[in-house]
């Protein structure tokens, strides 16, 4: 099965996890040395014609920043580019008047869900009583939460969705192993674990970065997108780019690459869920 032929599956492909920012410094102090390359502004114009040329119709644009002017910027984008099917913003989970916010949020339909970089919190903060009472809202709102963590909060993590099992979920970028160090068992044991949830989806997105930035090879990843494939199964994974992240490590067309080669030999409906159908179904897309 040709590459086109194997993306055009039976509907069109989205990549559930990008992002676009103007800029800053200071509000994008996260962005290292090691990632200097990144350090410029990247917008819709810039990866508009890099989705047509990888046959990707649409995208999720996700917050990067920690604002609620972050989730304006991100509604402002797509209001002026079709292609940005949905976004996810941030709102102050543990604001009292958390319900309000996302009342105001409504106007906004192309807002599909939120997320707090938990990554960078330690992991019994997603425990916390005003956390747990954003994530209440979040359910009664009929929003989505994506969960962004390192190994070390999965723990945490299966806690949290034990406690709402009609919430939905997605964990981005599985949770990032170390795939620089090869460490894969305790990952496994956990990934595995939290997939025990059917209200609890995957991204397959994000592991160059979590590899060697310039020495990765495809089957650094193997051991880890077999894990997710047999613990999620077909109809809860979906592909991410995690553009413009990735760049650091790897351009847009090695990023799908390494997924249209491990996809290669499923079937053409298999391909179809893991590159749009499922984000569709996750998302509440039209």
């Known amino acids: 099965m040709g590459e086109q032929e194997m993306l055009s599956g039976n509907g069109i492909c989205i990549d559930s996890h990008q992002h676009f920012w103007e800029y800053n410094p200071h509000t994008h102090a996260w962005i290292t040395d090691e990632m200097a390359y990144i350090r410029k502004s990247f917008l819709p114009n810039d990866l508009e014609p890099v989705l047509a040329q990888n046959s990707i119709q649409g995208c999720i644009a996700v917050q990067a920043d920690q604002t609620e002017k972050e989730t304006q910027f991100l509604v402002e984008q797509a209001e002026k580019k079709p292609f940005i099917k949905g976004v996810v913003g941030w709102v102050d989970l543990r604001n009292e008047a958390i319900e309000e916010r996302l009342q105001y949020f409504k106007h906004f339909p192309i807002i599909r869900g939120f997320r707090h970089i938990l990554q960078a919190e330690a992991p019994d903060f997603m425990l916390q009583k005003d956390f747990i009472r954003g994530i209440c809202a979040l359910q009664k709102s009929g929003y989505t939460y994506d969960i962004l963590i390192y190994p070390k909060h999965l723990s945490a993590a299966i806690e949290l969705v034990h406690q709402f099992p009609d919430q939905a979920f997605v964990i981005d970028h599985l949770a990032k192993p170390y795939i620089k160090q090869g460490l894969i068992d305790e990952w496994r044991k956990d990934i595995t674990q939290i997939a025990q949830f059917p209200n609890v989806f995957c991204k397959i997105s994000g592991m160059v970065t979590e590899a060697n930035f310039i020495e990765w090879k495809e089957s650094d990843f193997t051991p ?59 998302y509440g897309l039209l």
């Open 224 to 282: 880890y997108l077999d894990t997710v494939v047999n613990a999620f199964g077909m109809h809860r994974i979906m592909f991410g780019s995690d553009w413009p992240v990735c760049l650091v490590a790897a351009n847009y067309p090695q990023v799908i690459g390494i997924v249209k080669k491990y996809f290669s030999n499923f079937s053409k409906n298999e391909q179809a869920l893991f590159l749009g159908e499922n984000c569709r179904k996750f």
